[in-house]
């Protein structure tokens, strides 16, 4: 079974500055979607960015970028110039590229904190 | 921007007793989800639906829960008789269809049963 591991519960990060959250992944897939989400407070879950894991280049979404590392099965977000608007949960999560084998299957989240 | 909407943002309700949640997806999305979140745990993928069926299922999701797709534009989970351990966020996700990998999420629906 695929399981996703994120290992900061509580991330904080200066305004301005640059933040890097971490997530790790188990599979024996060899095709796959990551992908990570936020979660504003009381507010629904948005896809931020994906990455398709036959694909060597790192995705990137403006200030989202991501650090994907198939053979360890890595898949950091990295924020720049964090806004006060980034402040949220963010979610790692998995999908099988497989039809009929849709399931997003999560980690616990990252809370993040912006200063100002 | 459509969004995926679900109603009612909180139910309580007495253990045993039959709830329904309500989901509206964005509306030419062809793919429905159940996720739910027990606080302080996993969001955990519940069902997914296509083409008026359950394509997928997890081993959560047994006989007291069912899904339904009344009309042209909800979708419903029902839980016939709950527990105290269902208590958790449900939320409702949708996505447009092959080619796709976005599933949009609502806002959830706080479930407490008591």
């Known amino acids: 079974a695929q399981t996703v591991t994120q290992s900061q519960p509580e991330m904080s990060v200066q305004e301005a500055e640059t933040v890097t959250l971490s997530c790790t992944y188990d599979?024996?897939?060899?095709?796959?979607?990551l992908f990570w989400y936020k979660q504003p407070p009381s507010r629904q879950m948005i896809l931020v960015i994906r990455?398709?894991?036959?694909?060597?280049q790192n995705a990137t979404e403006n200030r989202f970028s991501v650090n994907f590392q198939k053979a360890a099965k890595s898949f950091s977000l990295k924020i720049s110039d964090s806004q006060l608007g980034d402040a949220a949960m963010y979610f790692c999560?998995?999908?099988?590229?497989?039809?009929?084998?849709?399931?997003?299957?999560f980690g616990t989240g990252t809370r993040l904190t912006i200063i100002p | 921007e459509p969004e995926v909407t679900q109603t009612p943002s909180h139910q309580v309700t007495q253990m045993g007793q039959e709830v329904i949640l309500r989901c509206v997806p964005i509306?030419?999305?062809?793919?429905f989800y159940w996720y739910r979140q027990i606080l302080g745990q996993k969001v955990e993928f519940l069902v997914s639906f296509y083409n008026n069926e359950i394509s997928e299922k997890s081993e959560i999701f047994d006989d007291q829960f069912s899904v339904e797709r009344p009309d042209g534009s909800n979708f419903t989970l029902k839980i016939r008789s709950t527990k105290l351990e269902d208590s958790a966020m449900y939320f409702c996700?949708?996505?447009?269809?092959?080619?796709?990998?976005?599933?949009?999420f609502g806002p959830g629906t706080r479930l407490t049963v008591t």
């Open positions: 599979t024996s897939e060899s095709d796959y979607y």
């Open positions: 990455q398709e894991a036959y694909k060597q």
């Open positions: 996700a949708s996505r447009l269809g092959k080619g796709s990998y976005e599933q949009y």
């Open positions: 509306s030419n999305h062809l793919y």
């Open positions: 999560a998995y999908r099988p590229t497989n039809f009929g084998n849709e399931k997003l299957t």
